[in-house]
């Protein structure tokens, strides 16, 4: 007997198309899944529209060669899809140039790619360029210019610059020192499932930051960090334990922003 393969109508219909310049956006990431999963057809087709000028095409087969671990041809159609603004590939460029993957590492050609992103309000190069400001990589240190991309992404309801935006109201970073907004950002970001907030909240909580003291809470918070586990999930943990005696001086705070 036969197997039966299941091929996605949209998909099928990339056939179908007169121009393959008119591909969409999930028509390419369809076939760079298909191509990724051996179907060497569906390569080409892909291939055929990311030369032909499409930049959804561009890139996914940038998309396509980084999961195959080829980053210098990842980063040729990247580049490609970039110079059309292609947000995503902005984006892309960007990280590639910030990690050195497939091109010498490079914080200030990360920070024009995430520019160019961020300018089209693309949230994840907002983020990365208020963490560029905020840490002075790329660009002088600039804790106000940080804030602001922060909180374009944050309007957006990306948690990570939600919780960045908090922190800057907690710390005082660029903006003057307030709990209550650092709060009113940290519960955003929290019911999002982000860990470092909800651990800022059990902080707040703890110490009456913003809120009244109320160590039940501050437990509360704590316990929802550690149920994600990971480093905070410690942290947290951590400051659970020292609850019982008290010992304020040990708890642990948050001092550093969220790049992801």
């Known amino acids: 007997m036969k197997a039966c393969i299941v091929i996605p109508l949209a998909l099928m219909g990339l056939f179908s198309v007169g121009s393959v310049y008119a591909m969409t956006n999930t028509q390419a990431k369809q076939l760079a899944m298909a191509a990724y999963n051996g179907k060497a057809t569906y390569l080409a087709k892909l291939e055929s529209a990311a030369k032909s000028g499409n930049s959804a095409a561009q890139y996914w087969l940038g998309y396509y060669w980084g999961a195959k671990r080829d980053y210098r041809k990842a ?53 990365r360029l208020g963490c560029a400001y905020y ?5 002088p240190q600039n804790s106000k210019k940080a804030d602001h991309w922060f909180k374009n992404a944050a309007d957006q309801g990306y948690a990570a610059s ?11 970073s660029g903006v003057p020192q307030d709990y209550a907004k650092a709060n009113f950002w940290f519960e955003k970001a929290a019911a999002q499932g982000n860990t470092m907030s909800e651990f800022s909240l059990g902080n707040a909580y703890y110490h009456g930051h913003g809120v009244p003291q109320n160590t039940m809470t501050a437990i509360m918070w704590w316990g929802k960090t550690v149920a994600q586990g990971g480093y905070w999930g410690k942290k947290a943990q951590f400051n659970i334990n020292l609850v019982e005696p008290a010992r304020l001086d040990r ?10």
Not at 80 to 104: C, H, M, R, S, W
Not at 162 to 172: D, Q, S, T, V
Not at 251 to 260: K, N, Q, T, Y
Request: without cysteine; charged residues 20%.
């Open 75 to 127: 980063n040729y159609w990247y580049k490609k899809a970039a110079d059309q603004g292609n947000a995503k590939a902005e984006y892309t460029l960007g990280i590639f140039y910030y990690y050195g993957q497939g091109v010498p590492q490079n914080s200030k050609k990360a920070d024009h790619w995430f520019k160019n992103a961020a300018d089209q309000g693309f949230a994840k190069a907002e983020n």
């Open 135 to 139: 840490y002075g990589q790329g660009v």
């Open 162 to 172: 939600e919780f960045n935006l908090g922190l800057a109201y907690a710390l005082g």
């Open 251 to 260: 708890i642990i705070i948050s001092d550093h922003f969220w790049e992801s």
